[in-house]
């Protein structure tokens, strides 16, 4: 029977939150890097991230799971959990839910496990295989959301070949780690919201076969200092499945741009980000080594198909393309705002406002010449810093 070898619990009730600065334990190449990197205690700058995403085949059911230790719960009691589920008619269920424990433990046959408990007893916990071909979520929050999800990796090969092997590999920014660990999986969904829509009916939310994906991040530094806008997408089209976290810089970095980004091709990895280029961004073209993604954003005309955020930024999509240095290699998306999921503000209203807004995807394109169809599960987000 495998037996806790490292375990880190952390109460939010119980002071472990502190002003004093920490820096986080050294990176592990070649490892998802899944225990916590502030294992005892965490400073009211620091943020943890364990992100699990999920969509259906024909773009209308989704289901994602982001859970977090940082100190934005103090004031609840609880660290936060952001939870969002929506229906193919367009009903959406989104929460924050709080839970004072956070408690994630390695095991001796390699695997993780991860309990964000609640002190009424409602949790939600997760388990990821050690090769991490396999992670299962269970959740049971009474009067909220109870059921499982499951992500399993169908890569042609373990999702550990593909890891970052350096600390710069790791890094969406300087100081700042974001990995997508599992790489391509197949999902499945089985879950009971409570109080969804007008009426309050519980109801059930189903997926037999999809697609997701996982994200881990973590750092020292509070997202202001990076970053004033980001993007966010999973997705499947075609025989390609993609990934990427893009953001823009705030001024504490000089506007620069910033991106994990990886492209896989019939399960094989043909594309590993961390570098990005776009014609706003041509001052930085110089920088480019190895793989390297442009994201822009497609402004609303009259052949718009995709819809628009609520909020400043009134975009309707991107085009997504991933290139190689000194090489003819490279792909192109185009992305639509197909369906809205969430949609919350980030500063006080009004025409110059900013908010974050989640979406499934309608995606196409490929390499040159193809145009395979398919849809993801994303986000976008401004805050208001200059």
């Given at each position: 029977m495998s037996e806790p070898t490292s375990s880190s619990s952390l109460d939010i009730t119980s002071n472990c939150i502190i002003e004093t600065p920490l820096q986080p334990s050294d990176f592990l190449p070649k490892s998802a890097n899944l225990f916590p990197k502030f294992p005892e205690r965490i400073s009211v700058d620091s943020w943890e991230l364990w992100e699990f995403d999920t969509f259906d085949t024909n773009g209308s059911v989704a289901f994602g799971c982001s859970l977090y230790r940082d100190a934005r719960g103090v004031?609840?009691?609880?660290?936060?959990?952001?939870?969002?589920?929506?229906?193919?008619?367009?009903?959406?269920?989104?929460?924050?839910?709080?839970?004072?424990?956070?408690?994630?433990?390695?095991?001796?046959?390699?695997?993780?496990?991860?309990?964000?408990?609640?002190?009424?007893?409602?949790?939600?916990?997760?388990?990821?295989?050690s090769d991490y071909t396999a992670a299962a979520l269970d959740f049971n929050v009474p009067g909220k959301v109870s059921g499982t999800m499951e992500l399993r990796n169908h890569a042609n090969v373990s999702p550990t070949s593909n890891l970052p092997a350096s600390d710069a590999e790791a890094q969406l920014c300087p100081g700042v780690y974001y990995t997508f660990p599992m790489g391509p999986v197949a999902t499945s969904v089985t879950a009971t919201f409570s109080s969804v829509g007008a009426n309050g009916e519980s109801r059930e939310l189903f997926i037999s076969s999809g697609y997701g994906g996982m994200v881990r991040g973590w750092s020292a530094r509070p997202w202001p200092t990076f970053m004033n806008d980001a993007y966010y997408?999973?997705?499947?089209?075609?025989?390609?499945?993609?990934?990427?976290?893009?953001?823009?810089?705030?001024?504490?970095?000089?506007?620069?741009?910033?991106?994990?980004?990886?492209?896989?091709?019939?399960?094989?990895?043909?594309?590993?980000?961390?570098?990005?280029?776009?014609?706003?961004?041509?001052?930085?073209?110089?920088?480019?080594?190895?793989?390297a993604v442009r994201l822009t954003k497609v402004q609303p005309d009259e052949k718009s198909q995709g819809l628009s955020g609520k909020f400043r930024d009134g975009n309707v999509g991107y085009v997504l393309e991933f290139a190689k240095k000194d090489s003819e290699h490279g792909w192109t998306f185009q992305i639509s705002h197909k369906r809205a999921v969430w949609s919350e503000p980030t500063s006080a209203p009004g025409p110059d406002g900013t908010g974050k807004s989640g979406w499934i995807e309608a995606i196409s394109g490929g390499a040159k010449g193809e145009n395979y169809e398919g849809h993801g599960f994303g986000g976008q987000l401004q805050i208001p810093v200059p």
């Amino acid at each position: 029977m495998s037996e806790p070898t490292s375990s880190s619990s952390l109460d939010i009730t119980s002071n472990c939150i502190i002003e004093t600065p920490l820096q986080p334990s050294d990176f592990l190449p070649k490892s998802a890097n899944l225990f916590p990197k502030f294992p005892e205690r965490i400073s009211v700058d620091s943020w943890e991230l364990w992100e699990f995403d999920t969509f259906d085949t024909n773009g209308s059911v989704a289901f994602g799971c982001s859970l977090y230790r940082d100190a934005r719960g103090v004031e609840q009691g609880g660290f936060h959990a952001e939870v969002n589920a929506l229906w193919p008619d367009g009903t959406h269920w989104g929460e924050t839910l709080y839970f004072a424990v956070s408690e994630v433990v390695e095991n001796s046959d390699g695997t993780t496990g991860g309990k964000w408990l609640s002190k009424d007893g409602g949790s939600i916990t997760f388990h990821i295989a050690s090769d991490y071909t396999a992670a299962a979520l269970d959740f049971n929050v009474p009067g909220k959301v109870s059921g499982t999800m499951e992500l399993r990796n169908h890569a042609n090969v373990s999702p550990t070949s593909n890891l970052p092997a350096s600390d710069a590999e790791a890094q969406l920014c300087p100081g700042v780690y974001y990995t997508f660990p599992m790489g391509p999986v197949a999902t499945s969904v089985t879950a009971t919201f409570s109080s969804v829509g007008a009426n309050g009916e519980s109801r059930e939310l189903f997926i037999s076969s999809g697609y997701g994906g996982m994200v881990r991040g973590w750092s020292a530094r509070p997202w202001p200092t990076f970053m004033n806008d980001a993007y966010y997408v999973v997705a499947q089209v075609g025989p390609y499945m993609l990934q990427i976290l893009r953001t823009l810089g705030s001024v504490f970095v000089q506007h620069k741009p910033f991106a994990v980004a990886r492209l896989y091709l019939d399960g094989s990895l043909v594309s590993a980000a961390n570098t990005v280029v776009g014609d706003e961004l041509t001052a930085h073209a110089d920088d480019v080594k190895g793989d390297a993604v442009r994201l822009t954003k497609v402004q609303p005309d009259e052949k718009s198909q995709g819809l628009s955020g609520k909020f400043r930024d009134g975009n309707v999509g991107y085009v997504l393309e991933f290139a190689k240095k000194d090489s003819e290699h490279g792909w192109t998306f185009q992305i639509s705002h197909k369906r809205a999921v969430w949609s919350e503000p980030t500063s006080a209203p009004g025409p110059d406002g900013t908010g974050k807004s989640g979406w499934i995807e309608a995606i196409s394109g490929g390499a040159k010449g193809e145009n395979y169809e398919g849809h993801g599960f994303g986000g976008q987000l401004q805050i208001p810093v200059p």
